[in-house]
């Protein structure tokens, strides 16, 4: 009897993820980059349908259904007010590519997704742009022009890089570079290529465009290359310990669990001192 019951509680879990089998996709071929098979899956052609299901266990039916790492950056979803066990998504859409369908979604949520290493990570949209950039590289380049490094690069990360047509007609697109390192911000590389060829990147929105200093400095959004993790606003989330008094997030230092330190309650707040 309860072999039954378990059986029929599974089958109508499954029915709620998906109203038809989802073909899998290919795995990835060896020779292909993970960003570049990704970027393969999420413009291929699907239909979702999910009903009052749990966002973590939608991007697990994803995850298996395309043989692609969907990852949700808890801590950031927790930081916007939300518990991502009770995000339940209620979506339908048909004959779309994956990646149209899954950002409309996720929309639900303000959130988006982004390619990051071999995984797509679901976030916020600054968060996105931040780890992009931010995610850790190895390369080795010798005497390699600038316009085919950049090429590579974007390509083998799934970030968007713009190189300035002005520089392609200068042949300032043309200088070689040459640069070995590893386990260094995506972003880190990019400068110190665009340094090497005499050119400068700015961040627009989530595009990096290549160009000459003078025109960087005019087009870019920000002073920094990488965007604020935090939105913009520049402001850290509060955390509260269990006595009620909020904290200030310190610093991670080598992967050890974050520090805290109090913060003292405002001037208002203090009881006045007994006579």
């Known amino acids: ?7 029929v509680g599974i089958l109508a879990l499954a029915a709620n993820l998906s109203a038809a089998p989802v073909p899998k996709s290919e795995p990835k071929p060896k020779d292909l980059p ?11 052609k699907t239909s979702l349908e999910f009903n009052g299901v749990n966002l973590a266990a939608v991007l697990a039916s994803l ?29 339908k859409m048909k004959d779309v590519k994956l ?6 979604m996720l929309g639900q949520y ?9 995984t797509v990570l679901v ?14 590289i190895s390369v080795s380049y010798e005497e390699v022009p600038l316009k085919q490094a950049v090429r590579d690069l974007a390509k083998a990360n799934g970030v968007n890089v713009v190189l300035d047509p002005k520089t392609v007609k200068s042949k300032a697109a043309d200088e070689v570079v040459t640069l070995h390192v590893d ?24 595009v990096i465009y290549i160009t000459t200093e003078e ?28 006595n009620g008094l909020p904290v200030a997030p310190g610093v991670l230092m080598g992967g050890a669990a974050p520090a805290f330190a109090p913060v003292a309650p405002p001037a208002e707040d203090v009881p006045p001192a007994k006579p």
């Open 63 to 91: 995850s298996e259904d395309h043989r692609v790492n969907f990852i949700l950056d808890r801590a950031v979803i927790q930081q916007m007010g939300f518990e991502p066990n009770d995000m339940n998504i209620d979506f």
């Open 1 to 7: 009897m309860f072999r039954v019951v378990a059986t």
């Open 183 to 206: 386990d260094v911000p995506f972003e880190a590389v990019i400068r110190l290529m665009c340094e090497m060829a005499g050119l400068k990147p700015a961040r627009m929105g989530n």
């Open 215 to 242: 025109r960087a400095d005019k087009l870019k959004d920000s002073d920094s290359l990488v965007p604020n993790p935090n939105g913009g606003t520049g402001v850290v989330p509060s955390i509260t310990l269990p």
């Open 123 to 136: 976030t916020t949209e600054e968060q996105a742009i931040y780890k992009q950039l931010k995610h850790r």
């Open 110 to 118: 303000n959130l988006t997704l982004a390619i990051v290493g071999d």
């Open 34 to 44: 993970d960003a570049e098979f990704i970027r393969k899956v999420l413009d291929s």
């Open 99 to 104: 990646r149209t369908g899954v950002r409309a």
